[in-house]
C-alpha cells in the first residue's frame, strides 16, 4: 500500500464528507437487512443480493446517484467483510466472536473504490475520482506496481488522505550482511548497540511543543 497526502479544494471536501455521510447510512440499512433477514426468515443476504437493488435505491433516493457506483458497492464489500471476520472467529471456536456492528458517524470515515480498473486513477500530481474531479495530491514517493484499489480516509483532524492497493510492485531484498547487532531501546540513550555505540534521543515530542 502507497498512503499520501490529499488537498480537496473546500467544496470538494464537503461532497467527500456527504458521500461519507451517505455511504455510512448505506452500511447500517445493509447491516440491517442482512440481520433482520437472518432473524425473521433464516435467510442468507448476501454482498451480491445488495448490489443488484442499487440502482432501485438510487431511484428512491436520488442523492446516491451522486456517488460513484464503485464508492456504493465498496461500503458494501466493507460490510462484507466484516461478516467474513465474525463468520471466521465462530468457526474457530473465538468466545467473543464480535458480530457486525452499526457503524456511528466518527467510526465511519473511509470511502473504498476497489475496482479501478485498467487505467490508473493518478494524473500528474492529482487523482482523479468519479464524480468528483481531480484532487490534489502530494506524491512524496512514487506509487508502485498496478494499483487496484483506493482508500480516501479522513482523519480527526478532518485531513484527507489516499491509499493505493498495488499489485505486483518489484521486489527490492536488502543487500546481504555478515555483521549481527543487539540493539536496546532506551531514555537517554534512543538506541545503544552491542558494539558499545550510542544513539542520542532526538525528543521529536519536545520539539514539536508550541511556543
Not at 442468507?44 to 428512491?60: C, G, H, I, N, Y
Not at 514517493?141 to 482508500?151: D, F, H, S
Amino acid at each position: 500500500s502507497f498512503r499520501y497526502r490529499l488537498y480537496p479544494t473546500k467544496a470538494q471536501a464537503a461532497t467527500l464528507t456527504a458521500w461519507l455521510e451517505l455511504t455510512r447510512e448505506l452500511y447500517n440499512a445493509a447491516l440491517q437487512e442482512r440481520r433482520d433477514a437472518w432473524k425473521k426468515k433464516h435467510v442468507s443476504v448476501t454482498k451480491f443480493d445488495q448490489m443488484r437493488v442499487l440502482p432501485a435505491v438510487r431511484e428512491v433516493r436520488p442523492e446516491f446517484r451522486d456517488i460513484p457506483i464503485v464508492v456504493l458497492r465498496g461500503a458494501l464489500r466493507r460490510l462484507d467483510k466484516a461478516f467474513q471476520g465474525f463468520f471466521r472467529r465462530v468457526k474457530a471456536g473465538a468466545a467473543a466472536a464480535g458480530y457486525p456492528r452499526f457503524k456511528a458517524r466518527e467510526r465511519y470515515q473511509s470511502l473504498l473504490l476497489d475496482d479501478l480498473g485498467p487505467k490508473s486513477p493518478l494524473v500528474g500530481k492529482k487523482v482523479a475520482i468519479p464524480l468528483l474531479g481531480t484532487v490534489n495530491v502530494k506524491l512524496h514517493r512514487p506509487v508502485e506496481g498496478v494499483p487496484k484499489a483506493l482508500r480516501l480516509t479522513r482523519d480527526a483532524g478532518g485531513r484527507w488522505f489516499a491509499t493505493f492497493a498495488c499489485v505486483d510492485v518489484p521486489a527490492k531484498p536488502l543487500p546481504t550482511c555478515e555483521a549481527d547487532a543487539g540493539i536496546d531501546l532506551g531514555l537517554n540513550a534512543f538506541v545503544a548497540l552491542s558494539d558499545g555505540s550510542l544513539e542520542g534521543n532526538p525528543r521529536v515530542a519536545r520539539g514539536a511543543r508550541l511556543p
